[in-house]
């Protein structure tokens, strides 16, 4: 737990004395009540009291031209309180900078700042805040705010750091989410349970990639026993990373300090903390698949539940399955059945054999098995001749055999194979030297492993295959029509090659080829279960109802799965979920696992069974967690997202205004964000706070109504001044006497080079932008060569948002510039002053280059030095230079070149720091 050892002492010594040097008598130090000076209940603390909408104060007269929000009210009473006064405004070029920097990230461009400062209306500034909140870069700035709290990266962490694939639709979904300016409310229940609450928009479920933000133990939750010890720590311990994120983030509480007792500050028992664990007990981190059409995902929903009620009638005799027009279906499918077999022909194979050391043996039904040893990679070439022309197609039967594994029909030790490429080339009879490839032009299986469908057998990708996990253990059928029809009068060779090389013996076992004549070829019905195949073989009259039923029932799931595998292919979401292919142990939970109270926070001494449920410290929240069905996982988590989001939840308000507070002004009224608890920070303002609270929640949780009001207040227009007096008696500005003078993150420093430099790609969205080469290892952990990658590539000119976050292997550049990491919720960042950063910005290849760029553009600008040097001056700095400046800027290029001297003004404290 996070505690600060000087605020104890202070606590221990002098409970009694106000918050550092001044006289904060108004500001509740822990909780306190004010009439005894005694430490009342926990749950009397500040923040868990009912947020109440305060009197807004009434400035002076002399004074009321400077309040023009309530905001500026608030703080100008308390600055009155004690005895000092605001600081004069900043300059518009200064504002103009600041703002656009706060509030997407980026500079303004020279034209930009010159359009704001040549319009001296009153509105000026305010219209210049309309249009950066209303830019597509406001979306990027605050996305990545929220990603520093979420801890979100593109890999794993831990030992086995795997990269995400699919991580990365979680944070586009913020980006469009914050442009949109969802309600605050709406945002959170969708991160927590967007795919129960709004089960028909795929936007919610790509939201709760928030749950799977935070990094995961591969090699403890898949690669280990199922019922290992080790396997039951990891599961707590990665709730526990869910239930940390979700209520430090949303209610600034640090609920997980009672994970092994309870909580020694804050009003929370072990049980709440165990109940809220087990809100989360039936999801896991995983690759969930959905539709990005809404219309598709709910087509899907729709067949996925009649798949179910057809399935539920197995072995059962039912009415709706002898209707007219069910019997009527099964005749017609017997016809085309007939028809459909008629149209294959299989010739009987003429050579047959393995070139990496397995070893083939024709049968009798004229299939081939692989027996003896099994390499890990092998490609199978097989020659057949048949006397017909117009060929259109090839048909491959896997078929299963008792001397495979699993009874095959791949030799993989759990009967699955991996097909990477068929290809097929044919010559006349008698004349080798004529063969030709065959284009195949489209490729159909009756089943598909996910990610591993048919169609990767003809894409030419060695790295790609078709598979047929889990449905091992059945025959299987893949299709392939050719471009246009092939045949040569007098016979045609046919010469198949079956490529297996995609490695770990996962090679076809017994296999047969067919070929056809027919123009709808992919039509064509693939083998029969056995057991229906019996079925089909009796004569109509002589089949019981049972067995009529069982027909029915097997060909509407068989016309249902056809609708299924025509819908679009689906996408893929990194999730907290249960919805996920199973892979080896790891596989989801059909129910919330059970989830113990740890006696000591020990997986030896299990307690009691935790209850689904939130804090009960909170007797404002009207929403009651309530479950109809505990067992629904999904009851869970939306019953709590309810329970946060509550209209009367005082927590969730205050720390959401606090947040943005804190990152307009570089501190927050509360300077904790993540803890509102007794070990929190005090506020500085707390009427100010429950102000903003209350009017942010009453005015629909609109953020960009929230940041407009933030901006546009004399508080957050004052200069970076100073003030001898009033630096001692408040040296580090809590009460906000000026502007707090900030320095360029990591990623706003990258960014604004690249714009300066002309060089930034605003293209927005998509698959995160490797950095960084990589190479493959003997360990999963890929790694991450950030000296070869090429700083001058398309790729490195994306926004920082969209780069590839490595945990374990993070940028140099931005991690020298305090990028934080990624394993752990930032919502403070670090701001350090080291040589290390100065080397770093003077030696990098990417300031090297940008500044290699922005003197080639200042080249072309001007003829002349002074032109250049104004040029160069007004995108770094926003201003011209001075006449001093003039001459020495001039003589360092003369001697060492325009692009050392861009290098030089990257470097200056004017760029790197925002007044």
Same mark, same amino acid.
């Given at each position: 737990?996070?505690?600060?050892?000087?605020?104890?002492?202070?606590?221990?010594?002098?409970?009694?004395?106000?918050?550092?040097?001044?006289?904060?008598?108004?500001?509740?130090?822990?909780?306190?009540?004010?009439?005894?000076?005694?430490?009342?209940?926990?749950?009397?603390?500040?923040?868990?009291?009912?947020?109440?909408?305060?009197?807004?104060?009434?400035?002076?007269?002399?004074?009321?031209?400077?309040?023009?929000?309530?905001?500026?009210?608030?703080?100008?009473?308390?600055?009155?309180?004690?005895?000092?006064?605001?600081?004069?405004?900043?300059?518009? #070029?200064?504002?103009?900078?600041?703002?656009?920097?706060?509030?997407?990230?980026?500079?303004?461009?020279?034209?930009?700042?010159?359009?704001?400062?040549?319009? @001296?209306?009153?509105?000026?500034?305010?219209?210049?805040?309309?249009?950066?909140?209303?830019?597509?870069?406001?979306?990027?700035?605050?996305?990545?705010?929220?990603?520093?709290?979420?801890?979100?990266?593109?890999?794993?962490?831990?030992?086995?750091?795997?990269?995400?694939?699919?991580?990365?639709?979680?944070?586009?979904?913020?980006?469009?989410?914050?442009?949109?300016?969802?309600?605050?409310?709406?945002?959170?229940?969708?991160?927590?349970?967007?795919?129960?609450?709004?089960?028909?928009?795929?936007?919610?479920?790509?939201?709760?990639?928030?749950?799977?933000?935070?990094?995961?133990?591969?090699?403890?939750?898949?690669?280990?026993?199922?019922?290992?010890?080790?396997?039951?720590?990891?599961?707590?311990?990665?709730?526990?990373?869910?239930?940390?994120?979700?209520?430090?983030?949303?209610?600034?509480?640090?609920?997980?300090?009672?994970?092994?007792?309870?909580?020694?500050?804050?009003?929370?028992?072990?049980?709440?903390?165990?109940?809220?664990?087990?809100?989360?007990?039936?999801?896991?981190?995983?690759?969930?698949?959905?539709?990005?059409?809404?219309?598709?995902?709910?087509?899907?929903?729709?067949?996925?539940?009649?798949?179910?009620?057809?399935?539920?009638?197995?072995?059962?005799?039912?009415?709706?399955?002898?209707?007219?027009?069910?019997?009527?279906?099964?005749?017609?499918?017997?016809?085309?059945?007939?028809?459909?077999?008629?149209?294959?022909?299989?010739?009987?194979?003429?050579?047959?054999?393995?070139?990496?050391?397995?070893?083939?043996?024709?049968?009798?039904? #004229?299939?081939?098995?692989?027996?003896?040893?099994?390499?890990?990679?092998?490609?199978?070439?097989?020659?057949?001749?048949?006397?017909?022309?117009?060929?259109?197609?090839?048909?491959?039967?896997?078929?299963?055999?008792?001397?495979?594994?699993?009874?095959?029909?791949?030799?993989?030790?759990?009967?699955?194979?991996?097909?990477?490429?068929?290809?097929?080339?044919?010559?006349?009879?008698?004349?080798?030297?004529?063969?030709?490839?065959?284009?195949?032009?489209?490729?159909?299986?009756?089943?598909?492993?996910?990610?591993?469908?048919?169609?990767?057998?003809?894409?030419?990708?060695?790295?790609?295959?078709?598979?047929?996990?889990?449905?091992?253990?059945?025959?299987?059928?893949?299709?392939?029509?050719?471009?246009?029809?092939?045949?040569?009068?007098?016979?045609?060779?046919?010469?198949?090659?079956?490529?297996?090389?995609?490695?770990?013996?996962?090679?076809?076992?017994?296999?047969?080829?067919?070929?056809?004549?027919?123009?709808?070829?992919?039509?064509?019905?693939?083998?029969?279960?056995?057991?229906?195949?019996?079925?089909?073989?009796?004569?109509?009259?002589?089949?019981?109802?049972?067995?009529?039923?069982?027909? +029915?029932?097997?060909?509407?799931?068989?016309?249902?799965?056809?609708?299924?595998?025509?819908?679009?292919?689906?996408?893929?979401?990194?999730?907290?979920?249960?919805?996920?292919?199973?892979?080896?142990?790891?596989?989801?939970?059909?129910?919330?696992?059970?989830?113990?109270?740890?006696?000591?926070?020990?997986?030896?001494?299990?307690?009691?069974?935790?209850?689904?449920?939130?804090?009960?410290?909170?007797?404002?929240?009207?929403?009651?967690?309530?479950?109809?069905?505990?067992?629904?996982?999904?009851?869970?988590?939306? !019953?709590?997202?309810?329970?946060?989001?509550?209209?009367?939840?005082?927590?969730?308000?205050?720390?959401?205004?606090?947040?943005?507070?804190?990152?307009?002004?570089?501190?927050?009224?509360?300077?904790?964000?993540?803890?509102?608890?007794?070990?929190?920070?005090?506020?500085?303002?707390?009427?100010?706070?429950?102000?903003?609270?209350?009017?942010?929640?009453?005015?629909?949780?609109?953020?960009?109504?929230?940041?407009?009001?933030?901006?546009? @207040?004399?508080?957050?227009?004052?200069?970076?001044?100073?003030?001898?007096?009033?630096?001692?008696?408040?040296?580090?500005?809590?009460?906000?006497?000026?502007?707090?003078?900030?320095?360029?993150?990591?990623?706003?420093?990258?960014?604004?080079?690249?714009?300066?430099?002309?060089?930034?790609?605003?293209?927005?969205?998509?698959?995160?932008?490797?950095?960084?080469?990589?190479?493959?290892?003997?360990?999963?952990?890929?790694?991450?060569?950030?000296?070869?990658?090429?700083?001058?590539?398309?790729?490195?000119?994306?926004?920082?948002?969209?780069?590839?976050?490595?945990?374990?292997?993070?940028?140099?550049?931005?991690?020298?510039?305090?990028?934080?990491? !990624?394993?752990?919720?930032?919502?403070?960042?670090?701001? +350090?002053?080291?040589?290390?950063?100065?080397?770093?910005?003077?030696?990098?290849?990417?300031?090297?280059?940008?500044?290699?760029?922005?003197?080639?553009?200042?080249?072309?600008?001007?003829?002349? +030095?002074?032109?250049?040097?104004?040029?160069?001056?007004?995108?770094?700095?926003? #201003?011209?230079?001075?006449?001093?400046?003039?001459?020495?800027?001039?003589?360092?290029?003369?001697?060492?070149?325009?692009?050392?001297?861009?290098?030089?003004?990257?470097?200056?404290?004017?760029?790197?720091?925002?007044?």
């Amino acid at each position: 737990m996070r505690s600060s050892p000087a605020l104890l002492l202070l606590l221990l010594l002098a409970p009694g004395l106000g918050w550092l040097a001044g006289d904060f008598s108004a500001l509740p130090l822990l909780a306190q009540s004010k009439e005894t000076g005694k430490e009342s209940p926990a749950s009397d603390f500040w923040s868990f009291q009912p947020i109440r909408r305060p009197k807004i104060p009434t400035p002076p007269t002399e004074d009321r031209t400077w309040v023009r929000t309530p905001i500026d009210a608030f703080i100008l009473d308390t600055l009155h309180a004690h005895g000092l006064r605001p600081s004069p405004e900043a300059s518009k #070029r200064v504002l103009a900078r600041r703002v656009s920097l706060d509030l997407t990230g980026l500079p303004p461009t020279p034209k930009e700042l010159e359009d704001y400062l040549r319009d @001296s209306s009153p509105e000026a500034y305010e219209k210049l805040v309309d249009r950066l909140l209303a830019s597509p870069h406001y979306g990027e700035r605050w996305a990545r705010h929220w990603l520093d709290i979420a801890h979100y990266a593109d890999s794993h962490g831990q030992d086995q750091d795997r990269f995400r694939p699919n991580a990365w639709p979680y944070r586009d979904y913020l980006i469009r989410s914050f442009n949109a300016d969802k309600p605050y409310a709406r945002l959170t229940q969708e991160q927590i349970a967007g795919d129960v609450l709004f089960p028909d928009n795929p936007e919610a479920l790509l939201a709760t990639g928030f749950l799977a933000a935070g990094p995961w133990d591969e090699s403890g939750l898949r690669d280990i026993n199922e019922n290992s010890i080790d396997r039951q720590v990891a599961r707590y311990l990665d709730r526990d990373d869910i239930v940390t994120s979700t209520m430090t983030t949303f209610m600034g509480l640090t609920v997980h300090c009672a994970r092994c007792h309870d909580h020694k500050f804050d009003p929370i028992s072990q049980a709440e903390y165990y109940g809220l664990q087990a809100v989360f007990a039936g999801i896991d981190k995983a690759e969930r698949p959905y539709d990005p059409d809404p219309k598709v995902a709910v087509q899907r929903r729709e067949l996925n539940a009649e798949l179910e009620r057809i399935r539920s009638l197995k072995g059962r005799t039912d009415k709706t399955l002898l209707t007219p027009e069910r019997q009527k279906a099964v005749a017609a499918f017997e016809q085309q059945r007939k028809a459909a077999t008629s149209a294959w022909f299989v010739p009987v194979p003429e050579t047959w054999q393995a070139q990496k050391g397995s070893s083939l043996r024709a049968l009798l039904d #004229r299939s081939i098995l692989a027996v003896g040893p099994t390499p890990e990679k092998d490609t199978y070439t097989i020659t057949l001749s048949t006397d017909q022309i117009g060929i259109t197609g090839v048909r491959l039967e896997l078929l299963c055999d008792d001397t495979l594994p699993h009874l095959g029909p791949g030799r993989a030790s759990n009967g699955n194979l991996h097909l990477s490429e068929i290809r097929i080339r044919v010559h006349p009879l008698g004349k080798p030297d004529q063969v030709k490839l065959v284009r195949v032009k489209t490729a159909r299986a009756d089943f598909n492993q996910a990610d591993w469908g048919i169609e990767k057998a003809i894409d030419q990708i060695p790295s790609t295959a078709w598979g047929i996990h889990p449905e091992e253990g059945k025959p299987h059928t893949g299709v392939f029509a050719f471009e246009k029809p092939v045949g040569f009068e007098g016979g045609t060779i046919f010469q198949i090659e079956l490529d297996q090389i995609h490695g770990g013996g996962h090679l076809i076992g017994r296999f047969r080829l067919g070929l056809t004549t027919s123009k709808n070829l992919l039509e064509i019905a693939a083998p029969l279960p056995e057991p229906i195949a019996a079925l089909l073989a009796l004569p109509e009259t002589q089949r019981a109802d049972l067995q009529r039923c069982e027909l +029915s029932r097997w060909l509407w799931e068989n016309q249902l799965s056809r609708e299924w595998d025509s819908l679009p292919p689906q996408s893929r979401i990194y999730c907290g979920t249960n919805q996920f292919p199973s892979e080896g142990s790891f596989r989801p939970a059909t129910t919330p696992r059970p989830v113990h109270i740890l006696k000591r926070g020990e997986i030896s001494r299990p307690g009691a069974l935790a209850t689904p449920a939130a804090l009960e410290a909170l007797a404002e929240v009207k929403t009651a967690f309530v479950l109809k069905n505990p067992q629904d996982e999904g009851q869970r988590r939306g !019953a709590l997202a309810k329970w946060i989001t509550d209209r009367e939840n005082p927590l969730f308000w205050r720390v959401l205004v606090n947040r943005i507070w804190h990152y307009h002004f570089g501190k927050g009224i509360v300077d904790t964000p993540n803890d509102f608890g007794k070990m929190g920070g005090p506020p500085s303002h707390p009427e100010l706070l429950d102000w903003l609270a209350t009017e942010f929640r009453d005015q629909g949780g609109s953020l960009k109504k929230l940041h407009k009001m933030i901006v546009l @207040s004399s508080t957050y227009r004052q200069a970076v001044s100073s003030n001898p007096e009033a630096e001692q008696k408040d040296a580090d500005n809590r009460l906000l006497w000026r502007m707090n003078r900030g320095r360029l993150d990591a990623e706003s420093l990258r960014d604004s080079v690249l714009r300066i430099s002309g060089r930034l790609d605003e293209k927005m969205y998509g698959p995160p932008v490797k950095h960084f080469l990589t190479q493959p290892g003997i360990h999963v952990t890929p790694t991450a060569d950030y000296e070869q990658f090429d700083v001058d590539s398309p790729e490195a000119s994306r926004r920082s948002v969209y780069r590839f976050l490595f945990r374990t292997r993070p940028d140099p550049l931005l991690e020298a510039l305090d990028c934080p990491d !990624a394993s752990q919720s930032a919502p403070v960042r670090n701001t +350090s002053v080291s040589a290390t950063q100065a080397l770093v910005l003077w030696n990098d290849k990417f300031i090297l280059k940008q500044s290699e760029h922005l003197a080639k553009l200042a080249e072309q600008s001007a003829s002349d +030095s002074a032109g250049r040097l104004e040029f160069i001056a007004q995108r770094v700095l926003l #201003r011209n230079p001075t006449t001093e400046e003039v001459k020495l800027w001039g003589e360092y290029a003369r001697h060492h070149g325009w692009a050392n001297l861009c290098r030089v003004l990257f470097n200056c404290s004017e760029f790197l720091f925002i007044d």
